[in-house]
Nanobody, 121 residues
Framework: QVQLVESGGGLVQAEKSLRLSCAAS????????MGWYRQAPGKQRELVAA???????NYADSVKGRFTISRDNAKNTVYLQMNSLKPEDTAVYYC???????????????WGQGTQVTVSS
């Protein structure tokens, strides 16, 4: 079994910062890409940022220059540093990881339970 546990969400004022963390644990052979998605009320889930095992990153246009994704491969953990937060960043943020549980296994996507981020104006 694989678990992804997020932490770091909360209520913050506009222009402030938050840092999200997501730790993967369990039967992990290797982790490929890791990323953060978010879903606001009444909207579809969208990709916020992603990072490969080699450190290549990808960001949604709406967060470029404000958010930074990073990972610690030794700890199987991915982070999302969110600066200059805006009310429109309010959403539930989900961690996602592409994980192989054994050398002969195909990698699968695993999701965290989500953490609420609320930005007040």
């Amino acid at each position: 079994q694989v678990q992804l546990v997020e932490s770091g969400g909360g209520l913050v004022q506009a222009e402030k910062s938050l840092r999200l963390s997501c730790a993967a644990s369990g039967s992990i052979f290797s982790i490929n890409a890791m990323g953060w998605y978010r879903q606001a009320p009444g909207k579809q889930r969208e990709l916020v940022a992603a990072i490969t095992s080699g450190g290549n990153t990808n960001y949604a246009d709406s967060v470029k220059g404000r958010f930074t994704i990073s990972r610690d491969n030794a700890k199987n953990t991915v982070y999302l540093q969110m600066n200059s937060l805006k009310p429109e960043d309010t959403a539930v943020y989900y961690c996602c990881a592409h994980i192989r549980t054994g050398w002969a296994e195909y990698p699968q996507y695993y999701w965290g339970q989500g953490t609420q981020v609320t930005v007040s104006s």
